[in-house]
Nanobody, 125 residues
């Protein structure tokens, strides 16, 4: 049974930084496709950053140049470094994982099979 656990959310001032972590357990294979999504109150869940099984990454235009996705040394761990946080970034941030290895980026929430509980990010101006 695959489980994803996020950590690292919190409250920062605009312009500040946070690093979110996602620990995935239960996968039998290394490097499943994974992603970070976020959902603000009253809004749809939107993709933030994506990585496929080959290590290719992609970012939403709204976070390009500010957010960086990286893999951890432990099996199937994922980090999202968020710099220069803006008042429009607050949301619950979710880690997502695909069931099968994929060498093309999965971009939609419906593409992912496993989800974490989410971690809250708050930005004060």
């Amino acid at each position: 049974q695959v489980q994803l656990a996020e950590s690292g959310g919190g409250s920062v001032q605009a312009g500040g930084s946070l690093t979110l972590s996602c620990a995935a357990s239960g996968y039998t294979a290394n490097n499943p496709p994974m992603a970070w999504f976020r959902q603000a109150p009253g809004k749809e869940r939107e993709g933030v950053a994506f990585i496929d099984s080959g290590g290719s990454t992609s970012y939403a235009d709204s976070v390009k140049g500010r957010f960086t996705l990286s893999k951890g040394n432990a099996k199937n761990t994922l980090f999202l470094r968020m710099n220069s946080l803006k008042p429009e970034d607050p949301a619950i941030y979710y880690c997502a994982g695909g069931r099968f290895l994929r060498w093309s980026l999965l971009l939609r929430p419906a593409d992912f099979d496993y989800w974490g509980q989410g971690t809250q990010v708050t930005v004060s101006s």
